[in-house]
């Protein structure tokens, strides 16, 4: 499975930006997908995930009046969307994806996901 990231960029502070995942190769019929970040000196965090019947969808307490993760069936990607963005939330987002769907408790385990795109720099900044 490969995946292609876009999206990121720069923002100012109350902007917002929407960030694409798109996954290809495979079997693509049953899957996971999420979003992770990580800021420079931090560790990863997870920031939101979706199953591709779009039965459960997790984001991240710290972000989830802000973020709103979908996905794309036809196109097998997801969408997340950032609003009200912040200094906090400049990272490099890391899309991840596994086979099968997750159960939610497992959603926010980067361990859990097999495959990571490249990653795409959100910088906020004034």
């Known amino acids: 499975v490969q995946l292609q990231a876009s999206g990121g960029g720069w923002v100012q502070p109350g902007g917002s930006l929407r960030l694409s995942c798109e996954a290809s190769?495979?079997?693509?019929?049953?899957?996971?997908m999420g979003w992770f970040r990580q800021a420079p000196g931090k560790e990863r965090e997870f920031v939101a995930a979706i199953k591709r019947s779009g039965s459960s969808r997790l984001v991240a307490d710290s972000v989830k009046r802000r973020f709103t993760i979908s996905r794309d069936i036809a196109k097998n990607t997801v969408l997340l969307q950032m609003s009200s963005l912040q200094p906090d939330d400049t990272a490099v987002y890391y899309c991840?994806?596994?086979?099968?769907?997750?159960?939610?408790?497992?959603?926010?385990?980067?361990?859990?996901?097999?495959?990571w795109g490249p990653g795409t720099q959100v910088t906020v900044s004034s």
């Open positions: 991840a994806f596994r086979y099968n769907e997750l159960v939610v408790s497992a959603m926010s385990r980067g361990s859990q996901y097999n495959y």
């Open positions: 190769g495979g079997t693509l019929n049953s899957w996971t």
